[in-house]
């Protein structure tokens, strides 16, 4: 059976789609919403068998975070691991440009003014115009609906037979909301929202009146959140979402006349803060009051659809997805019994998405199945590895330790921070133990340390950990273990062990927590039970390996740039233990 390519990404929308919403709004200030929140985080996957065989972002190779346009680099990559070129592959887009769509969107948006169904359909022409290298590259290029791609990632790789499947993200071609029904190899549409009911949007404005970047920091929102004693500012993002009953909501004043917004929304919240602004409790309240507007907003979306399908599981895709607070509030609401979201929420597993959604168009039998591995993407070879270490011999020096995991638990152990590198790259925003930063949680001042010498980001923002299933749930409260392997849902912190490893709770008691399986990944699940057999606590500090505004390494040579660039103490390049000269 031939495999799929899956594609995300959407050429000649270079501009950041929060900044081309904003341009849209001084050029045509009555207009809703372009389709300009689309064409971020540029992917391509392969598929056989409704399992993904090789799947990598575009930013990981081209070094441009959240790179857009035609993933070239990244199709490549899939092909070289197959064997076969690119234009072989049959392919299939994660965004549907049709007629039906641009109706809907007219319908929901333009409310019949001339002036906004002109730049409507403009900005729909725009889109169609820039897939055109995409059918040149892949002829024969299938179009997929965005949020049935993104609902594809999550319900056909949950091992579900039957789940909810809730899609939240800014906006689509049409949708900036959609559950369905997942029931055997079918997904069933039980509700739409149009832009107009956008929570991602929403989120985003918020984060953009905080003075952080939209579509990229939406999570130092949820991280400050954690730290507001009162709830201020809930009763203003409460009153933006009006319901109409059970199900249904809209946010009427969320697009109209965006222009303004800041002022408008200035009048009851006070200033918007400046990127280079002091953080003030102030700051701390909004960002609270936005967060528990969005977690209530959900849990109440969802409760009627549950009382009636009675499914009792629940699996999340979209940019919203990525909210592991809003994750953690469902996974203890005791609404579902289970609950799944795909290491890839975002737009990338949306390239995985329509894969999966085309391979089961061409006929093909396809299981259903739990997701198989996270580390999808490429892996060096030792002859890669030695070429990257000789190009920066007069700033290094390594050895090959036969006791390699025993020497990185003496590094950590002594307070060192060490990058680690290790087999295939991760898929999605999350460094699970093969592109990680990692460092003993048990000391108080790692966090800052770690800030302070390699992240270079926000104080208030929380690491999380690693822990072998083993002995994960005498650390953190936890249901059923396979929900928490991707660092996608915050969980609460045992008090009485939280304060063994104060560098991994944040403020709130709650952790991003991995938990690591041995046959999910060995050497990493090792190098956890030797950290516990030393100290007693077999948890690690584990964060991505990058700094502030790059993506997280790739290949050899960029985790040697970005050890060599920041205060990381050691790095572990495969079976090399690596350290600086000076």
Known sequence: MSPWLGLSGLPGYHLHPFRHIQENARRHPRVPLPVGDIGHDAAAVVVRQGQPLFAVEEERLSRFKHTMGLPGLAAAACAEALGVSPAQLPAAHYLDLSEAHLARHLQATGGGEPLVEQAIRAEFDRARAALAPFREAFPGLQAVDHHLAHAASAYYLSGFERSLVLVMDG???????????????????????????????????????????????????????????????????????????????????????????????????????????????????????????????????????????????????????????????????????????????????????????????????????????????????????????????????????????????????????????????????????????????????????????????????????????????????????????????AVKARPERAREIPAVVHVNGTSRVQVVRREANPRYWDLLTRQGQRTGVPILLNTSFNVRGEPIVCSPEDAIRCFLGTGLDALVLEDVLVFKRS
């Open 171 to 489: 906006n689509g071609e049409s949708a900036s909301l959609s559950l369905y029904l997942g029931e055997g190899p079918a997904l069933r549409l039980l509700l739409d929202l149009p832009a107009t009911s956008s929570l991602g949007l929403l989120y985003a404005f918020g984060t953009h009146f905080l003075g952080f970047e939209p579509i990229e920091d939406e999570y130092k929102v949820m991280g400050l959140a954690a730290y507001a004693e009162d709830e201020t500012y809930l009763p203003f993002f409460e009153e933006q979402i009006q319901w109409q009953g059970e199900g249904h909501f809209t946010l009427p004043t969320l697009l109209k006349d965006p222009a303004s917004r800041t002022l408008r929304w200035s009048r009851r919240l006070g200033p918007a803060r400046q990127p280079d602004e002091p953080i003030e409790a102030r700051h701390i309240a909004l960002a609270a009051g936005l967060q528990k507007a969005l977690e209530r907003t959900v849990l109440r979306l969802l409760e009627p659809f549950e009382k009636v399908h009675r499914t009792r599981h629940l699996c999340l895709a979209g940019g919203v997805a990525l909210n592991c607070s809003l994750n953690g509030v469902l996974d203890r609401s005791g609404l579902f019994d289970r609950l799944f979201v795909p290491p890839a929420a975002g737009d990338p597993g949306a390239a995985l998405g329509a894969a999966l959604i085309a391979e089961r168009r061409s006929g093909a039998a396809v299981p259903l199945g739990r997701l198989a591995t996270p580390y999808l993407g490429p892996a060096y070879e030792a002859r890669q590895v030695e070429a990257a270490l000789a190009g920066h011999a007069r700033e290094l020096h390594w050895e090959r330790p036969a006791e390699l995991l025993d020497r990185a638990v003496d590094l950590l152990e002594a307070g060192q921070v060490v990058g680690w590198f290790q087999g295939r790259m991760e898929f999605g925003p999350r460094a699970l133990g093969n592109r990680s930063i990692l460092a003993d949680p048990r000391r108080p001042d790692m966090k800052d340390r770690v800030n302070r010498a390699v992240k270079k980001r926000e104080e208030f923002r929380p690491f999380a950990p690693s822990v072998p299933a083993e002995a994960a749930d005498a650390f953190f409260q936890l249901r059923h273990l396979d929900q928490y392997e991707y660092m996608t849902v």
